[in-house]
DNA sequence: TGACATTCGTTGCTTACACAACAGATGTTG
DNA sequence: CAACATCTGTTGTGTAAGCAACGAATGTCA
């Protein structure tokens, strides 16, 4: 395999700013609103110019999807999901990684705004939809991916969705178990 | 009084970089000796080009200067010894930081070398002396500074070294109040 | 001794960032 | 309504940092 400079050697004052902007974001999400941050109390907060925000993500809602995709693909990662192929157990392991994740944001987040709420499922489900196609691609199969992995995504959010707003969850295990199944019947042709 | 921008409002890059090189070769200091680091293994960690090293640093000793330096200046702004003037009580006060400093440096590093010192003893000498002159300056006095900052500041710096290298050190408050006197009959006229 | 490897300090060139200033949009307040 | 303030997104210009390459100094090993 040949070198893949998609993200890896990328200038370190690109990395670097990125890395500060979306830091100073974090915190700020800790604390406030995110309709009430400003451009310039990101950039103030990490030391960056307001400019230079401007090179790197088109508005405040492009930093917001970014923050989410990243700290999405860190849950992926940190569960070893993103270089597997598919299985029952690690599709288990994906729902169960998602319904943690909207969960968080939801008792993270002061006020579940519905813009917010709006651009991360849309961000979630690109990252899912993308995750898997892989998975399925792996298998070998001749089969077009397209549509099962569509089915997929959409059902594995709309059960994370609906576990997060849930006034009283239930144990994540029990609840996964009794979902996988429903999710499990559309990938049975590439177990 | 005017703007007095001496170190203030600087170049939020320049503060960036001197700020990653100076993190990094404190965390190598930890696990190094000093001799044994070379500048390519700073700003490796310190994810900065060599040469950008070279705009801000001379070579590594300048590094190791900067560094003594902001330790020791931090030390004493932490005791709010940066902003008064001369006291009896706040003589006292220095004095302990300045053992308590070198204390930590015998402590702390892995070995204590003859280099590593003598140019910390420089870096320590240079800003106590600057300091006493500003303590006395603001007593208001006619008389010349230099010559009783100059002594107090070898004074204070012997006491702390003598104090740092014994093997068994008295209790720091029993020394200082022994040693305290003779430093301060030398500034009684400031007092 | 000579061949090889590190580390150093410097250089020319490119790219990213800082900064100030701008016009436009939105939102107060009297 | 006008006057004012704040935030936005963009632009031109100066400067810091990245990068590759260099000669020189030092050290290591055969």
Same mark, same amino acid.
């Given at each position: ?5 998609? +993200? ?13 902007? *979306? ?5 700020? *999400? #800790?604390?406030?609103?995110? +309709?009430? &941050? ?25 930093? *917001? ?10 849950? &992926?990662?940190?569960?070893?999901? !993103? ?9 288990? !392991? ?6 943690? =994740? ?13 813009? =917010? %709420?709006?651009? #991360? +499922? ?14 399925? @691609?792996?298998?070998?199969? @001749? ?20 576990? #997060? ?7 994540? %295990? ?5 979902? *996988?199944?429903?999710?499990?019947? !559309? ?5």
């Amino acid at each position: 395999m040949s070198s893949k400079p998609k +993200e890896e050697r990328l200038d370190p004052r690109v990395k670097r700013t990125r890395s500060l902007i *979306l830091q100073a974001f974090d915190d700020l *999400l #800790a604390q406030k609103e995110f +309709e009430t &941050i400003t451009v310039q109390d990101v950039t103030d907060k990490a030391g960056v110019n307001r400019a230079t925000f401007y090179a790197h993500f088109a508005d405040k809602y492009a930093l *917001l999807d970014a923050f989410i995709s990243q700290k999405f693909r860190q849950e &992926i990662e940190k569960r070893t999901l !993103n270089a597997c192929h598919y299985t029952p157990e690690n599709l288990k !392991n994906l729902i169960i990684a998602v319904c943690e =994740f909207l969960s968080k944001m939801h008792s993270g987040c002061v006020q579940p705004h519905q813009q =917010f %709420e709006s651009l #991360a +499922e849309g961000t979630i489900k690109n990252i899912l939809f993308e995750l898997l196609s892989l998975w399925l @691609k792996q298998t070998g199969t @001749k089969i077009s991916t397209d549509i099962p992995a569509t089915v997929a995504t959409w059902a594995i959010y709309g059960l994370a969705s609906h576990y #997060a707003h849930l006034k009283k969850r239930p144990p994540l %295990e029990k609840f996964v178990d009794e979902a *996988l199944p429903l999710v499990a019947v !559309n990938l049975e042709q590439f177990a």
